[in-house]
């Protein structure tokens, strides 16, 4: 299983802008699958971003409607790590942010928790308005 650990969260205001981490175990992280989801209060945890390995050094990248423009998700594969760069936050994005790792092969953009074996604690990101 993989070990992911993230960084990143904070308080920040209306428009503010915040990047988050994760750094994960293994030596295959660049076949990874990497998600980032979050949960807010009373909801449940929904997909945000996700970068989907198609072969080679190349991956396939998908975001949640409500964040695309805003939000970008990258990786460094020297360093194991993957990155939610987000612009332009809204108190509505105010959640606990888990990042996730799917070691499998896929055809598709993994957007739905059960698809993902490995999860960070998470870090929590405050908007205020």
């Known amino acids: 299983q993989v070990q992911l650990v993230e960084s990143g969260g904070g308080l920040v205001q209306t428009g503010g802008s915040l990047r988050l981490s994760c750094a994960a175990s293994g030596w295959a992280f660049r076949t990874y699958n990497m998600g980032w989801f979050r949960q807010a209060p009373g909801k449940e945890r929904e997909f945000v971003a996700a970068m989907r390995w198609t072969g080679g050094l190349t991956y396939s990248a998908d975001y949640t409607d409500s964040v695309k423009g805003r939000f970008t998700i990258s990786r460094d594969n020297a360093k194991n790590t993957v990155y939610l760069q987000m612009n332009n936050l809204k108190p509505e994005d105010t959640a606990i942010y888990y990042c996730?790792?799917?070691?499998?092969?896929?055809?598709?953009?993994?957007?739905?928790?059960?698809?993902?074996?490995?999860w960070g604690q998470g870090t929590q990101v405050t908007v205020s308005s």
């Open positions: 996730a790792a799917d070691v499998n092969w896929a055809v598709r953009t993994r957007t739905r928790p059960d698809e993902y074996n490995s």
